[in-house]
């Protein structure tokens, strides 16, 4: 499948608050609320840009995520928030999602030496889904989560 990204802006903010994930997923990752909250507050002085992902097809959204990024520093990035909706998962649009946003890092960052995110531990699919990106753990533990990196 093929994606688009756009940011979340006044024309598609509500939109972006519809977007679920299954269930069982809840408490692996924040809710949009929640990102689009950081996006505003800016915890620890990061900027969280929130991104919506579209199906190309369709043009219809299918997922989320915030590009996080230290303004005085973008030697580092961060993914957070990443999610595809339950509707539209196992359709590769999070595959492509993640293509995209790597691309993303290296054409507007291209100082960025490596990309930073957090798991649940009890998340296997998403540790497995960003392993198959050269992720890896780094042995931190930031909020009861394991942190993963790759190294550009």
């Known amino acids: 499948m093929t994606i688009y990204t756009r940011p979340v802006t006044v024309d598609n903010w509500l939109e972006s608050l519809a977007l679920r994930v299954k269930p069982e997923q809840e408490s692996f990752v924040p ?7 950081k996006a505003y507050v800016k915890p620890e002085g990061m900027n969280f840009d929130p991104i919506a992902i579209y199906a190309s097809d369709s043009h219809v959204m299918v997922g989320f995520y915030s590009f996080g990024y230290k303004p005085h ?11 595809i909706d339950g509707r539209y998962q196992h359709r590769h649009y999070g595959r492509a999602a993640m293509r995209n946003y790597l691309e993303m890092v290296q054409a507007r960052y291209p100082n960025c030496e490596g990309v930073y995110l957090t798991v649940h531990p009890d998340n296997t699919a998403a540790e497995s889904f960003y392993s198959h ?20």
């Open 73 to 83: 520093d973008t030697r580092v990035c961060y993914v957070s928030g990443f999610l």
């Open 133 to 152: 990106f050269g992720f890896r753990k780094t042995g931190l533990v930031i909020d009861g989560e394991d942190g993963m990196a790759l190294i550009l």
């Open 31 to 37: 809710s949009v609320a929640v990102s689009l909250a």
